[in-house]
């Protein structure tokens, strides 16, 4: 009250006064509120509202801002990128635009931070951070203009085309397949996937449907009957290619009928070695050896009797060379198709390997085509519509099956055995037991790869993010719908563990130990006689020191050509002839790099960091070393093979390049770049038929000639016909041959009165390598000591 009142005053709002005896009220403090009269003392505001001073009320604070204090005269500014969701809030429970609120992380820690007084400014995430992706653009509702804050986890609006695996995960996926995710904010089946895919990345098929690889995506399954109508038509194509291959073989001579014409074209392939070879070479030399002998055994008889018996011999000699570089051809086909398929099954694995990197659609469906080719030959996903087989059921299949077809080759040969028993000579027990391994190398060969990746994968799981911050989703990466945790996941993994014990660790095991156990006759030891006689080829010419590396390149030359023809001339070892049959005789054990290459870069490769850039660079290192090794070894006997071999390898290297390339293009976004033009798809594609380009070229230059070749072009371009290649005409001696063809053996002189062949070995009779030997040279026609 004031000097001379009465009575005492009560104090108005916004004031109060807590003693007695005063002459005048107190206004509220910033922070405090006085809403009534006569009041002895002013109320804290609470938490998430402030107050200025003389204040009737407490104002909660704006947007942006939060207290989480009482008795506040102002509120605090939320951490950036943090906001609120609404006034008045004791701390941030939002996220500006381009963020959005992580809810999982902030129970599983955020909620502490608050009560510690600080602020979850970890609970803001980055739009693009949740994508796997970086730098991708994969949420509908974070960055829009007319947004006032970034949304919640729980209602983060998913882009079509993306996928995540519940509405708590924070990683969000890109989804391989074209029209599969349709993206949105709800994660049921129903809802992310479109009709026919489920799964993880709705990635999987479902029932009634098929994965059509040409639309990249799943399909309706067409009706039984165009099912079984395709079916019809591969099997009337296979039949029509037979009777063509029939009416070929009968059309050359080869049989009249169609068993003999088969073990006719199985002999032409296995027989010799490819035009031009170290063997060929020694054999010529050979045949040349024993005209000479009886040629000078003859001369001193002097009659016409015996001149006709000479001529005879040579006509004979030069004849059975001749039949041997026809069926060389064949050989060299074989090795050199081998060397193309094997690098054709490696790319054409980069579908199921690396199915992270999308290479342009023209590669890929021209990459798809050579499916045939053994990765994708057991694959009998097509007939899912018919049977419904689940990825089980083909892994049974494709391991099995090899065996089934095994026991057939085997109980043919026992049949056939049985019935001939009593017309049938150790010797044609002997080759028909060859034949049979034969075809059974031959099936492992192709099939390998493609059974492996099966069991491989089997094994292979990826992870997604579930959101609950302690256990990933982990699903089959090749079968996206079956889950690695699950129980018939682990009700097969006996069965796959078997089949990755038989198929590719057994198998290549099996390999090792049959060439290691053969190894003495693989790579045979030379006569004391042979080696000596190389030993002074190399020793008796004194040459300057920059060519003794070719003098000692020459000397090998012919110890392995020498052991080459101890080594085909050894039928204990012709069931295995498909294994080693094109390597030196050095290198015997080559074939289990190439078979372990082949596993890797098909197959084991799939293990390796799954759908990433590590992946994609091992790869790449894979097959840097596996050129290094071609190139630095050399171990075919023919120099064309190696060329071809070296191509192969360089073309596999140039693959994974690209394949990084891609990769790393799709990450950054960068879809207008150099990977993604035409001339990028031109190249590709021309890099993955190189290996073939450069076989074929090979062959024809093994088979014309470069002079024959440039003839046939010009004769082409001038519209005339092109005789066939020439040949040499029957019982006589050639007198030409290809520009290309190594230098041909000739007797120094036919009257030098040599003394006639003694008997010796096979490897000695090959390295004949005595002094009165010439090599004719068909570009001048001079005769040259070597």
């Known amino acids: 009250s004031g000097t001379g009142q009465s009575e005492c005053t009560p104090c108005p709002p916004r004031t109060f006064n ?181 799964g993880a990345l709705c990635g999987a098929c479902m029932k009634g449907f098929d994965f059509d690889l040409a639309r990249n995506r799943c399909v309706k399954c067409r009706g039984t009957r165009t099912m079984l109508s395709r079916a019809g038509n591969v099997l009337i194509a296979a039949i029509l290619i037979g009777v063509l291959t029939y009416v070929w073989l009968r059309r050359y001579g080869k049989s009249h009928h169609l068993t003999a014409a088969i073990l006719a074209v199985k002999e032409s392939v296995r027989a010799g070695f490819s035009m031009g070879s170290q063997s060929t070479m020694f054999d010529d030399m050979g045949a040349t050896f024993a005209a000479g002998a009886a040629d000078d055994e003859r001369d001193d008889e002097g009659t016409t009797d015996d001149d006709a018996r000479r001529a005879g011999t040579v006509r004979t000699a030069t004849a059975e060379t001749s039949a041997r570089r026809k069926k060389a051809i064949h050989k060299s086909i074989l090795t050199k198709l081998k060397i193309v398929v094997a690098a054709w099954q490696i790319a054409q694995s980069t579908e199921f390997v690396l199915p992270q990197v999308r290479f342009p659609r023209v590669f890929g469906e021209v990459r798809d085509a050579m499916n045939f080719l053994g990765i994708a030959l057991l694959d009998v996903g097509a007939f899912d519509c018919l049977v419904g087989w689940s990825f089980m059921s083909r892994m049974v299949v494709v391991t099995i099956a090899p065996f089934v077809v095994t026991g057939l080759i085997a109980g043919a ?183 372990v290459r082949r596993l890797f870069l098909s197959s084991v490769l799939a293990v390796f960091f799954p759908g990433s850039m590590q992946q994609v660079c091992v790869g790449l290192l894979g097959t840097m070393l596996s050129f290094a090794v071609y190139s630095s070894e050399q171990a075919y006997i023919e120099d064309d093979d190696d060329k071809v071999s070296s191509v192969a390898q360089a073309q596999l290297v140039l693959i994974y390049f690209a394949a990084l390339a891609v990769f790393t293009s799709d990450e950054s976004d960068q879809k207008q770049g150099v990977f993604s033009s035409v001339a990028f798809v031109v190249v590709l594609i021309g890099v993955f038929f190189a290996s073939f380009i450069v076989a074929i070229y090979v062959i024809l230059l093994d088979v014309f000639g470069h002079a024959s070749l440039r003839e046939a072009y010009e004769k082409a371009r001038s519209g005339r016909s092109v005789p066939r290649p020439s040949r040499p005409s029957e019982g006589l001696p050639e007198t030409s041959t290809p520009d290309n063809a190594r230098p041909t053996p000739q007797r120094a002189d036919s009257t030098s009165g040599a003394p006639p062949a003694s008997p010796r070995s096979v490897g000695e009779e090959s390295a004949g390598l005595d002094e009165d030997i010439v090599y004719v040279d068909d570009d001048d026609d001079e005769t040259t000591p070597k």
């Open 18 to 198: 807590d003693r007695e005896g005063q002459s005048a009220c107190k206004l509220a403090p910033a922070g405090t509120v006085v809403n009534t009269t006569g009041a002895i003392g002013a109320e804290d505001c609470p938490k998430g509202t402030f107050s200025g001073v003389a204040s009737t009320q407490c104002e909660p604070c704006p947007i942006g801002t939060y207290n989480n204090e009482t008795g506040e005269g102002e509120c605090r500014r939320c951490p950036i990128p943090t906001t609120t969701s609404a006034p008045g809030l004791e701390f941030c429970d939002a996220c500006e635009r381009t963020y959005y609120w992580d809810t999982v992380y902030f129970e599983r820690r955020g909620r502490d931070e608050v009560r510690d007084g600080e602020q979850c400014v970890d609970c803001c995430v980055q739009c693009e951070d949740a994508c796997d992706v970086e730098g991708k653009d994969c949420i509908e509702n974070c960055d829009a203009e007319d947004l006032a804050r970034g949304p919640e986890l729980e209602t983060l609006d998913v882009r079509r085309g993306r996928w995540r695996a519940t509405k708590t995960a924070g990683t969000i996926y890109d989804c391989p397949m074209r029209r599969s995710c349709r993206g949105g904010v709800s994660t049921k089946t129903a809802d992310q996937c479109f009709d026919g895919h489920h």
């Open 413 to 595: 040969y026992l049949v056939i055995r049985w019935r001939r028993a009593t017309i049938e000579t150790a010797a044609d027990r002997h080759e028909a037991f060859s034949n049979v391994v034969y075809a059974i190398l031959l099936l492992v060969y192709v099939i390998l790869p493609s059974v492996s990746t099966v069991v491989i994968t089997f094994f292979s799981c990826r992870k997604f993010d579930r959101g609950d911050g302690v256990d990933d989703l982990k699903v089959m990466a090749f079968e996206l719908s079956i889950d690695c945790r699950g129980q018939r996941h682990k009700r097969w993994r006996a069965f796959a563990a078997c089949m990755i014990l038989v198929w590719p660790v057994g198998m290549p095991l099996a390999i090792v130990a049959l060439l290691w156990r053969n190894r003495a006759r693989l790579n045979p030891p030379l006569s004391a006689r042979v080696a000596a006689q190389i030993h002074r080829r190399r020793t008796s010419v004194k040459v300057p020191e920059v060519f003794q590396s070719a003098q000692r390149n020459y000397a090998t030359a012919l110890e392995q050509a020498a052991k080459i023809e101890i080594r085909d001339a050894d039928d204990s070892i012709a069931a295995l002839a498909f294994v080693f049959e094109e390597y030196e005789p050095r290198s015997y054990m080559f074939p289990v790099f190439e078979i």
